[in-house]
């Protein structure tokens, strides 16, 4: 090589790589980083043919068909006109798909284009990006694209619109790649993609086993609220549901009148009543601002209701305990929270205060506290009906809606029909749901590794493009060597 061409290699390499001082982090001696454009033998945007929503035609990406890092090909539409379509539209494995115009959320996730998706056109509003294979693995990248660090460098470019952002060409190709040799390159695309699929496989076990008990809860609070435990069979001659409004009636001092008109059929000895009927008061919650001082007696808001009935005592706000609301919002024991204003996903959900939790906590002005006669019995088996599918059914029909939110007042909160069963069937259904919620604490812990796995993930990535997955051979050649050897072509 002459010293002239030696000379100029050099300097291109001088403007290839990032300075020392602009280097997001310190990579291994044998690394480099390299901006974007350097990597890519192009990033352009897509098509603008005219779309048909189904077949046939040829399929075309949107910004919908990028899903998990995938495409989705039940997430495409089609172009029938396939003379407008020109070599270039088409993509080839290999290429990285950006949504580079998304909510802030989403913007800046990427897919590979494998075989399978073969033939696929390059849609409007997405990036291709067609990288230099002699430089860079086109799986190194796009699992770069993952990482926290790239979407840091996204967020940092884009530039904020009405309800979405987006992200130019021209600041894409100045984000910084960590390059490493190209045979460390394919060692670290093997063991992260084998260490991702086992993760991938640990979040569709957490995913099937939600599922299958919010089924089994859905199906047994249905069971209950209908009559049809097989508790009842064995207990046949139960007292009627008279009784247990007798007692009612001795604590409210006044006759509960019964529902004519039920939901369904329910067995002989059970009644509908209006939970109005077995309502001793109820009251809105303190409107006052809470902190998060925590010199002061916790607020309940809407946060901390779960929708399977309990309190979550995370990200809790205080009010003073001088504050003049902290006596007259203070909660008892067996109350009823129910969540009045909410999204129309969230509203209506309830949740009981335990013995443990009463004077301790006050609650906010989107709740609606409840106290029933009766409480010790009623209130558990209040709080599992109103949160159970045929609850919630009735509730949702009553909504009104707002901007952005849902509303159901007390008064209709009233008029919600009330299965009532004999009280022994009430105590068993209460029993059962118990034992129902603490296995369902055992199955939060494991929905809770979901949000492990993600940092686990997460954390792979990382030291994958660090260099710290144990990857490094210092015989591969260095990746500023390899920059040399394609810059000799330029």
Partial sequence: MTDKKSKRIEELLEETIVHEDEEPYELPNNWAWVALDILAEEIKNGTTIKQSKTKPGIPVTRIESIQNNEIQLDRVRYIRDLDKIKNNDYYKIGDIVLSHINSIEHVGKTALIKEDYLPLIHGMNLLRIRVNNNMILPQFLQLYTRSYNFRKAVLKRIKMAVNQVSLNQKNLKQISIPIAPKNEQRRIVYKVDRLLSKINKAKELIGEAKETFELRRAAILDKAFK????????NPRVESVDTLLAKINSEKKTDIKKSPNGLYELPDNWCWIDLGELICHSSYGTSAKAYKDINGLPVLRMGNIKLTGS????????????????????LEEYDLLFNRTNSYELVGKSAIVEPEHAGKFTYASYLIKISLFYKKILAPYICYY?????????????????VGQANINSKKLSSLPVPLPPEEEIKEINRIMKKVSAK??????????????????????????????????????????????????K
Avoid: C, M
Avoid at 227 to 234: I, S, V
Avoid at 449 to 472: C, H
């Fill in 386 to 402: 109103i949160n159970s599918h045929i609850g919630r059914k009735y509730l949702l029909s009553t909504v009104k809606q707002q």
């Fill in 311 to 330: 309190i979550d005592l995370n990200d809790l706000k205080y009010l003073p305990f001088d504050h003049k609301d902290v006596e007259k919002y203070k």
């Fill in 227 to 234: 009559g049809e435990l097989t508790w009842r069979e064995e």
């Fill in 440 to 489: 369902e604490n055992r199955i939060q812990n494991l929905l809770n590794l979901g949000t492990y796995v993600a940092e686990l993930e997460q954390s792979i990535l990382s030291k994958a493009f660090r260099g710290e997955l144990n990857t490094n051979d210092p015989k591969d050649e260095s990746a500023i060597e390899l920059l040399k050897e394609v810059l000799k072509d």
